[in-house]
């Protein structure tokens, strides 16, 4: 079956430009997760929603980025105003249940580059 | 302070050789996964560990969960150059965030031939 699939994989945005990531989890896959991945760093937690709740959004680093999930499925997760600090790899992953014990598969991530 | 210390951060040897890779942390764990990244993908997940002292072996990899549930290794027998790729160790702390992955820095390897 598919994985996790993301889009764009690249995506350069002039600073001060509002972008937006899309996630596709796996088909039937109740949580999903958002990390941000910087060059050399392990990737940190950005958000998670349980279907199309947002249950954590503790990780996202600034009130310009939102990110939702309408119909339990496809998740988007927008950053307003991009400042050059928001460059990354964006990293989406998907689990079957919730919580401990139910493993997370990742997409290959959105590289975003803010010049 | 990163609450998950990997180490080393890189490491080169050749091929056919063995080595180990270990994950730590102050802070207990409900569970914790070793996953592998190559260039330009996301994270792939090689092993996932519950119980204190558990081993688990995927071919050449042997993985443990330390007796306290704080620390974590990563052994490969006779590394081919295919095992190439950041290790990352990734922990969820007990209690209602459970779900939270908490990463390491990961420790960069290559095998060369």
């Known amino acids: 079956g598919a994985g996790v699939s993301q889009s764009p994989r690249y995506k350069v945005a002039k600073r001060g430009q509002d972008v937006a990531l899309r996630c596709d989890p796996i088909s039937g896959h109740v949580s999903l997760f958002w990390y941000q991945q910087a060059l050399g760093q392990g990737p940190e937690f950005l958000t998670y929603?349980?279907?199309?709740?947002?249950?954590?959004k503790s990780g996202l680093p600034s009130d310009r980025f939102f990110a939702e999930r309408p119909e339990g499925s496809v998740s988007t997760l927008k950053i307003q105003r991009t400042q050059q600090e928001d460059s990354a790899v964006y990293l989406c992953a998907s689990s079957l249940g919730e919580g401990r014990g139910y493993e997370q598969y990742f997409g290959p991530g959105t590289r975003l580059t803010v010049t | 302070t990163q609450l998950l210390e990997q180490s080393p951060q890189f490491l080169s040897i050749q091929e056919g050789e063995n080595l180990t890779v270990y994950c730590n942390s102050s802070s207990v764990f409900s569970s914790l996964q070793w996953y592998r990244q190559e260039p330009g993908e996301g994270p792939v997940l090689l092993v996932t560990v519950v119980t204190g002292g558990e081993v688990k072996k995927l071919k050449r990899l042997t993985f443990q969960f330390g007796d306290a549930r704080k620390d974590s290794s990563l052994h490969i027998t006779a590394a081919q150059p295919g095992d190439t790729g950041l290790y990352l160790c990734?922990?969820?702390?007990?209690?209602?965030?459970?779900?939270?992955?908490?990463f390491g820095k990961g420790t960069l390897l290559t095998v060369n031939p």
């Open positions: 990734a922990g969820a702390l007990s209690g209602g965030s459970n779900y939270k992955l908490t």
């Open positions: 929603f349980q279907n199309e709740a947002q249950l954590d």
